[in-house]
């Protein structure tokens, strides 16, 4: 079974802090990608990497930064946290074949208070 | 703006009754496309997927969608559904040769038994 492992389910951060939000997959796919899920918003696109320290922005990359050192780990960094990044945090990764099913974890439930 | 677009963003049936949730997407290249689910509680996964061929789709639990190329179209069928389908609908768009994953805003189905 495919695995995506995402390193908390809750966290509870206070506004200014640097949080990092890690995501491990372990079927050696290249793609990896950090979703913010918000309701009545969907799931929007913060950032993806399709190799190792390779990234590009998606639709909402302000206020985010990523990394990603091994093939099996992204971290998703919030520089200095926000309330307005109180969300779901998902991860998933993917093939490097154009349109392979992506696999997803269970999320990450970041409270900036 | 390239963009994916679920009209319905809640719906609610009762068992036995049909289902159809839209799903428009704006890309102008050539797509693969998915619907994936998110049981309460559970992490997202994938649903069907159409990459090339028959237009029209199989999915697990019963569901099919059909893909109308001219109306940049593919929505999600599925002739009875039960109270087991309660769950969140997300479309999703990859643009051919890119690694891009996007997905729409969800729809929420609630069945009632």
């Known amino acids: 079974d495919v695995k995506v492992t995402q390193s908390s389910r809750y966290l509870v951060k206070r506004t200014g802090e640097k949080v990092f939000l890690e995501c491990v997959q372990d079927m050696d796919h290249e793609n990896m990608f950090w979703y913010r899920q918000d309701p009545g918003l969907g799931l929007r696109l913060i950032y993806f990497?399709?190799?190792?320290?390779?990234?590009e922005k998606g639709d909402i990359p302000e206020g985010y930064s990523v990394s990603r050192e091994k093939k099996e780990r992204f971290s998703l960094i919030l520089e200095s946290a926000s309330t307005n990044q109180t969300s779901m945090y998902l991860c998933?990764?993917?093939?490097?074949?154009?349109?392979?099913?992506?696999?997803f974890g269970q999320g990450t439930r970041l409270t900036v208070v | 703006a390239q963009s994916v677009s679920q009209h319905n963003h809640h719906v609610i049936l009762s068992e036995a009754a049909s289902l159809e949730l839209g799903c428009n997407y704006s890309?102008?290249?050539?797509?693969?496309l998915f619907w994936y689910v998110q049981y309460p509680g559970q992490h997202l996964q994938l649903l069907l997927k159409?990459?090339?061929?028959?237009?029209l789709v199989k999915g697990i639990k019963g569901f099919e969608a059909e893909f109308i190329k001219s109306k940049f179209s593919f929505n999600l069928r599925k002739p009875s559904v039960q109270w087991s389908d309660t769950a969140e609908y997300f479309c999703a768009v990859n643009v051919r040769n890119t690694d891009k994953l996007i997905f729409g805003t969800g729809t929420r189905l609630q069945v009632f038994p």
């Open positions: 159409y990459f090339s061929g028959d237009p």
């Open positions: 890309y102008g290249g050539t797509v693969n």
């Open positions: 998933a990764s993917s093939y490097n074949q154009g349109g392979t099913e992506a696999f």
């Open positions: 990497s399709y190799d190792v320290k390779m990234k």
